[in-house]
């Protein structure tokens, strides 16, 4: 039987991956909250639906997601020579 070193799963590279991913998340959620109006009988749908809000924030969130999906199915590259 060959006698195989058990290594953990994540490399430093994956966490990096997974931190970059978690952080574009939250600034997809950040761009995507606020819009509070002060007067409770106003209702202003420039700032409710803006580009920002609509767009550009679900898109991150989902890029954000894709980078945390490929950091953790991320292998480390094995020499066949070992």
């Given at each position: 039987m060959e006698d195989?070193?058990?290594?953990?799963?994540?490399?430093?590279?994956n966490y990096?991956?997974?931190l970059i991913g978690l952080?574009?998340?939250i600034l997809g959620f950040l761009l995507m909250i606020g819009g509070a109006a002060e007067?409770?009988?106003s209702?202003?749908?420039s700032e409710l639906f803006s580009e920002?809000?609509?767009?550009i924030a679900p898109m991150l969130i989902v890029a954000?997601?894709?980078v945390i999906i490929v950091a953790i199915?991320?292998?480390k590259k094995v020499s066949k020579d070992q």
């Open positions: 195989k070193k058990s290594q953990f799963g994540f490399q430093p590279e990096k991956l997974l952080a574009i998340n007067d409770p009988n209702f202003n749908a920002r809000r609509i767009t954000g997601y894709i199915m991320k292998r």
